[in-house]
C-alpha cells in the first residue's frame, strides 16, 4: 500500500490518501487479459483440430472465469480511503462505497490497533468514538499499519 500524507501549511489541515499497490494499469490489465483469452483459444483450437470439440465450451466458460477475476482485482486495486483532518473533524471517506462518509469530531477520536494475542491474524487499525469505529488501511502489512496509525496520531495532534 502506498501513503501519501499531504500537509497545508497555511491551514491546519492534513488529507492522508491510503491505496494499495498497484501492479498492473487498467491498460496493462486488458492486455493480460487479452493474451490470457489468445493463449486459452489457441489451446481450444488446437484440441479442436484434433477432434476433441468439447474443449470449446470449457476454454469459453475458462476465459469468462479469467476475465470476471481479472476485473475484481482492477477494481480492489482502485480503492482508496481519503482521511481529512482539520482543525476540529476528521472526514474519512472511502471511493468503494461513497455513502459511507463518516464524520468525527476531533476532541473525542480515538485510535486503536487491536491486535491478535496469538499473532495468527492481522492487526485491525480502528478510527471512530461514541461506540462507532471504522477500519482503515486494512490492506496494509503490519508495518504499514504501525505507520499509518503513527502519522493519524501526529496529524491529529498536530493539526
Not at 480492489?76 to 482539520?86: E, K, L, T
Not at 486494512?138 to 496529524?155: F, Y
Request: glycine content about 6%; aromatic content about 10%; hydrophobic content about 45%.
Amino acid at each position: 500500500m502506498v501513503l501519501r500524507a499531504n500537509q497545508n501549511s497555511d491551514a491546519d489541515e492534513a488529507v492522508l490518501i491510503i491505496q494499495p499497490n498497484r501492479n498492473l494499469t487498467w491498460n496493462q490489465s486488458k492486455w493480460l487479459f487479452l493474451f490470457f483469452a489468445f493463449s486459452i483459444g489457441l489451446v481450444g483450437s488446437y484440441f479442436y483440430s484434433l477432434g476433441a470439440w468439447l474443449v470449446l465450451p470449457f476454454a469459453g466458460l475458462e476465459i469468462v472465469i479469467v476475465g470476471i477475476a481479472i476485473y475484481c482485482q482492477s477494481c480492489c486495486a482502485h480503492s482508496q480511503q481519503v482521511i481529512s483532518i482539520d482543525g476540529t473533524h476528521v472526514r474519512i471517506r472511502d471511493n468503494q462505497n461513497a455513502q459511507a462518509e463518516k464524520c468525527f469530531h476531533k476532541a473525542w477520536l480515538k485510535i486503536i490497533q487491536n491486535q491478535d494475542p496469538k499473532g495468527w491474524y492481522p492487526s485491525r487499525l480502528l478510527i471512530g468514538s461514541h461506540g462507532e469505529y471504522i477500519e482503515i488501511g486494512k490492506n496494509l502489512v503490519e508495518e504499514e499499519r504501525e505507520m499509518l496509525a503513527n502519522n493519524l496520531r501526529s496529524a491529529i495532534e498536530g493539526a
